[in-house]
């Protein structure tokens, strides 16, 4: 398979790139072992991986032996069979919140602008994008004949209506609308206006967007909004309520690679190739995400009841037993993101900075993600990826462990050990419910040695452990006291994640200081000043510890060798360029 390999990138992005593909601040969500959409990373110098760790731990390595594909694989001509962790069924780009609804999704729509491999944009549904001198009036010119997958036209009517759902008062998605700043957004937000003054319809392949000011996000914003045709999700949408659209989360239709032809929760979702695409009929006739796990995805993978697989873990073991197979080409990149735990920062005993800070320096994060990741994956401490222009070291504390320190500040907080060892403040003994994925070797290392430094700080943990899903549905209804998972990150620094009542912010956590430098940097255009607003946003972030950073990590993708045309990067995942994978004959 011949695939472009992009290394390290710095991405410099600037005021004057016509951005698009996914919002900023549509981070996703995603289990702690899986492999699609976070990185690597370190903050002690000392740790620094040198040049021949990372060659020896990143790049692309080709299958060896063809002849040792299984028939299985080798007869199938017409489908590729793509192993991963169960979507939740959210088939709507305006609720998607996990990693794999957001896969499906890639395939079903288009929008004006989309992601490139080095992290800047392009345009795709747009012929070409006018923005004026003062950058408040954005013209986007739709490419001629585009239709969605029933054949119906797509104009810019369409765009229009999906601005109106994310402007809907109901709209309760993880975008924050109202912040692209739109000309008259709040008045329909209110419900004081059916229309949203600020968009103007020129002709069909025509629309301009008038704005009150402009950010540094303010062409991805724009751009990166994936079109729902009206025809099909206004029929019977009202303005105040987007039940009606909410309904048909399982029953999309767009106008992108591919058609949504069967979804079984918890086995398969069945995609058919979109013979109207605007690029040209997909090369593959048939791609089906296939559910997995990490006890299932070697061995399916290795039968041929698979083609490609992202989520085995990135390991030593994992990487030589995939060479062994002989037919499975590799790529290791840095992984845009990071694993996390954390906190529900609504219970008292979580509002404490110094207990926060307890818990990280009396964990040993270290020894954890070294019994995982060995050297595909280093412990961090800012939640940047450091592919990210934006990633810092300087005056980022590291958290080292040490039980003393932790012990300390937790008799400072006045949680201080009872007769029994156990700490206790004001009757209450200091007991942790935690949360976390079953069948996950991030879980199965975390556990153990998590007990064991809490059970020496006086602390006891209650462990479940439950599907991926179920603790998303724990985080959405604040139904936990700590869990572990991972975000996947955009190619901008900007994100809802730690920002007071953000829409991606579970956490419950706020500080006015993020929030404003947050805003700020979004604020900002040069590069090099949002650059030094964000190293000050990340520096309070490390004191303040809204959650227990983990691990950035390589992000492992196996793929059968007959397959060849996919462009996957730490940026672009791989339903971006499904479209253009051919099966050797």
């Not at 030593?316 to 037993?321: G, L, P, R």
């Not at 504390?397 to 907080?413: H, I, P, S, V």
């Not at 998590?450 to 139904?479: H, P």
């Amino acid at each position: 398979m011949r695939k472009k390999w992009w290394g390290f990138i710095i991405l410099t992005l600037s005021f004057a790139l016509m951005l698009g593909a996914c919002s900023s601040g549509n981070n996703s969500a995603e289990p702690p072992a899986t492999n699609n959409g976070e990185n690597t990373n370190t903050t002690d110098p000392a740790e620094t991986p040198t040049e021949s760790d990372t060659e020896a731990t990143e790049g692309f390595i080709e299958a060896t032996d063809m002849s040792l594909n299984p028939v299985a694989a080798v007869n199938r001509t017409d489908t590729v069979i793509v192993g991963t962790t169960d979507p939740k069924g959210v088939f709507n780009p305006l609720f998607m919140e996990t990693a794999y609804d957001y896969y499906i999704n890639y395939t079903l729509f288009d929008s004006f602008t989309e992601v490139q491999a080095d992290g800047t944009y392009t345009n795709s549904l747009a012929e070409k994008v006018d923005v004026s001198e003062d950058g408040l009036k954005y013209t986007y010119h739709l490419k001629p004949g585009v239709t969605f997958g029933d054949g119906t036209p797509l104009t810019v009517k369409d765009y229009y209506f999906t601005l109106k759902l994310y402007m809907d008062a109901s709209y309760d998605g993880q975008s924050d609308p109202l912040s692209w700043h739109i000309v008259g957004a709040n008045e329909y937000n209110e419900g004081k206006s059916s229309d949203i003054s600020g968009v103007k319809i020129i002709d069909d392949q025509t629309v301009e967007i008038s704005l009150t000011e402009y950010t540094a996000l303010t062409p991805v914003e724009l751009g990166g909004i994936y079109i729902l045709p009206e025809h099909y999700y206004g029929k019977d949408y009202k303005q105040g309520n987007l039940d009606s659209v909410k309904k048909l989360n399982d029953k999309p239709l767009g106008s992108g690679q591919y058609k949504l032809v069967s979804y079984s929760p918890g086995q398969e979702v069945v995609l058919e190739s979109n013979e109207s695409y605007f690029r040209g009929t997909p090369n593959v006739k048939n791609v089906i995400f296939r559910t997995t796990s990490e006890t299932t995805n070697m061995p399916m993978l290795q039968q041929g009841e698979t083609d490609m697989q992202d989520g085995i873990s990135v390991t030593e073991d994992n990487v030589e037993a995939l060479k062994a197979m002989g037919f499975v080409n590799i790529s290791l990149l840095p992984n845009n993101g990071y694993g996390y735990i954390a906190f529900n920062h609504k219970l008292p005993k979580f509002s404490d900075v110094k207990v926060r800070q307890a818990l990280v320096f009396g964990l040993n994060r270290k020894e954890i993600v070294e019994g995982i990741y060995g050297p595909y994956g280093n412990v961090i401490n800012i939640p940047q990826s450091n592919v990210s222009w934006a990633y810092t070291e300087e005056n980022i504390e590291t958290y080292e462990f040490d039980l003393e320190k932790a012990g300390q500040l937790l008799d400072e907080a006045g949680w201080t050990l009872n007769s029994k060892g156990l700490r206790e403040k004001d009757g209450e003994v200091f007991k942790v419910n935690f949360s976390a994925t079953a069948d996950n070797p991030v879980v199965d290392a975390l556990l153990p040695i998590m007990t064991q430094n809490y059970k020496e700080l006086g602390i006891e943990i209650v462990a479940e452990t439950l599907d991926f899903n179920a603790i998303m549905d724990k985080s959405n209804t604040g139904e936990y006291e700590m869990y572990f998972a991972a975000w996947g990150l955009t190619p901008d620094p900007d994100n809802t994640v730690y920002i007071t009542n953000g829409s991606q912010n579970d956490y419950g956590y706020s500080n006015p200081k993020v929030d404003e430098l947050m805003a700020k940097g979004k604020k900002t255009l040069d590069v090099e000043e949002r650059r030094a607003i964000y190293t000050e946003m990340y520096q309070e972030l490390n004191k303040d510890v809204p959650v227990i950073l983990m691990y950035q990590r390589k992000n492992m993708v196996a793929v059968n060798g007959r397959l060849d045309g996919f462009d996957i990067s730490p940026y672009k995942d791989f339903p971006f360029s499904l479209y253009q994978v051919q099966i050797a004959q």
